[in-house]
């Protein structure tokens, strides 16, 4: 079965300061990998996916991942963190393995940012 | 306007209550999906839809049911309400392959 762990529930960086997520997966089969992002009060939007194309992927607000299938991981990053990157953020596989493409969730990282 | 709209927002309602929660979309998608957040357990699966003749339970289905009354709309059900299933709610559509869109979600509170 495919699952999905998100290393940190709470994550704190200062403004300006690099942004590090952590994600790893179980998957049989080639996974699909998406990172989403919740403001408060708000549905989830997603920031970036990988579909087996290049290995670094770049999303939106310069959030970028890294796959890396010998580490299981797929890890969300910015260079610079801005205030307006507080906000919860969930990785996901897709069940590529059932052949239904549902989405399997990690349990959140809540990332703050210090001024 | 909205790709995937949810309605209600926020709804109080007390034990026992029937309760129906309703989402509608405009982007074309087959595939609809509702999901509950609870804090610290990130997003679980109630029930998914591939089709209008396609309703599949998701890993936490019990004290739920859905009904697909259209492409465009997806509506869950907690026939007698309890007070573990207040929680935050989210419908989502995706196209085969494709990411999942969401709704903007419905806050439930069982009294």
């Known amino acids: 079965a495919q699952s999905v762990t998100q290393l940190g529930s709470h994550v704190s960086v200062s403004e300006g300061a690099l942004v590090l997520l952590r994600c790893n997966y179980s998957?049989?089969?080639?996974?699909?990998l998406f990172w989403y992002v919740q403001y408060p009060n708000q549905g989830l939007q997603l920031l970036l996916k990988y579909t087996s194309a290049a290995t670094l992927v770049k999303g939106i607000n310069g959030f970028e991942a890294e796959f890396k299938k010998s580490e299981t991981s797929f890890h969300l990053t910015k260079p610079s963190a801005h205030m307006s990157d507080a906000a919860e953020y969930f990785c996901?596989?897709?069940?590529?393995?059932?052949?239904?493409?549902?989405?399997?969730f990690g349990t959140g990282t809540r990332l703050k940012v210090l001024a | 306007d909205a790709d995937v709209t949810q309605t209600p927002r926020n709804r109080i309602t007390k034990t026992g209550k029937r309760i129906m929660l309703e989402c509608s979309q405009t982007?074309?998608?087959?595939?609809m999906y509702w999901y509950r957040q609870d804090p610290g357990l990130g997003l679980r699966l109630i029930y998914y839809?591939?089709?209008?003749?396609?309703?599949n339970k998701g890993e936490i289905s019990d004290g739920y049911s859905v009904s697909r009354q259209a492409q465009a709309k997806f509506s869950l059900s907690l026939e007698s309400a309890i007070p573990n299933q207040t929680a935050l709610y989210f419908c989502?559509?995706?196209?085969?392959?494709?990411?999942?869109?969401f709704g903007p979600g419905t806050r439930l509170t069982v009294l």
């Open positions: 982007k074309g998608h087959d595939r």
């Open positions: 996901a596989v897709s069940d590529a393995a059932s052949g239904t493409y549902k989405y399997i």
């Open positions: 839809s591939f089709d209008v003749k396609d309703i």
């Open positions: 989502a559509t995706s196209a085969v392959l494709n990411e999942q869109f």
């Open positions: 998957s049989s089969v080639p996974p699909y």
